[in-house]
């Protein structure tokens, strides 16, 4: 059994509405600015709370050894995580490289990898490639980043394809897929949360090429479908 799919951009049924403001609240970009800052931070706030809370252990010196150890360990971890972090928002909702940029595919699977490593589910990362236009690169981190939230007791998450057209398939115990996520990919911007604004601008990006963002869930998985359309002025070329 299938429920809950989405269909955002698809050339057989093309969402104009998202210039609408009336049906799909569109979004100044003062305010999308300040959601996806609103996002960025609350994804970093637990590991740079936790390196304050490491350093404040520091500065006590009537802590013994064993504490110490332990601060400096969550330190450790905070930093590692907030690295991931920052280099995964740098690539997903940055300007890396400037405009009409090519990021490496390799670059793009390790801010990934490095997001995966705080995440539930394990990534497999199977598209090949050397460069990929920069819009390409946001989209497929921020439905792999989607993905992950998909299976929030663990399990697997395959990225297949190629960068025309791929899929990211979620699998694992018990599987997700949030209504204002779904909204999100269709271009929905009304009452979106901080969470879910990458989705919208996946969406964005993609409906430019005449292309599309599907997402559909059963029992067994979750799968997100992204295809791009031949509209390449909106990208830059494809290698």
């Given at each position: 059994m299938t429920q809950g799919t989405s269909t955002a951009a698809n050339p057989a049924d093309p969402i104009d509405a998202l210039d609408d403001e009336e049906d799909l609240g569109a979004l100044d970009p003062l305010m999308l600015s300040a959601l996806l800052s609103s996002r960025v931070c609350h994804d970093l706030i637990n590991p740079i709370g936790a390196i304050g809370s490491g350093i404040e252990v520091l500065d006590d010196p009537s802590?013994?050894?064993?504490?110490?150890?332990?601060?400096?360990?969550?330190?450790?971890?905070?930093?590692?995580?907030?690295?991931?972090?920052?280099?995964?928002?740098?690539?997903?909702?940055?300007?890396?490289g400037g405009f009409g940029a090519q990021i490496k595919i390799d670059d793009a699977r390790d801010a990934l990898e490095g997001y995966y490593e705080a995440a539930k589910p394990s990534l497999d990362w199977r598209i090949e490639g050397d460069l990929a236009a920069k819009e390409i690169v946001k989209t497929m981190l921020i439905v792999g980043c989607a993905a992950a939230d998909s299976a929030p007791r663990g399990g697997d998450v395959v990225i297949d394809g190629d960068l025309k057209r791929f899929t990211i398939t979620a699998r694992g115990k018990k599987l997700f897929l949030n209504?204002?996520?779904?909204?999100?990919?269709?271009?929905?911007?009304?009452?979106?949360?901080?969470?879910?604004?990458p989705a919208l601008i996946a969406s964005q990006i993609v409906y430019e090429t005449g292309g599309f963002i599907s997402a559909a869930i059963s029992d067994e998985e979750v799968v997100f479908t992204v295809e791009f359309g031949d509209e390449e002025d909106a990208l830059g070329s494809v290698r």
């Open positions: 802590v013994d050894d064993g504490m110490q150890d332990a601060a400096f360990d969550l330190i450790r971890t905070g930093a590692h995580k907030a690295l991931a972090l920052l280099k995964f928002a740098r690539l997903a909702y940055g300007a890396a209504d204002d996520l779904i909204r999100a990919l269709d271009g929905d911007a009304r009452d979106i949360a901080p969470k879910y604004t």
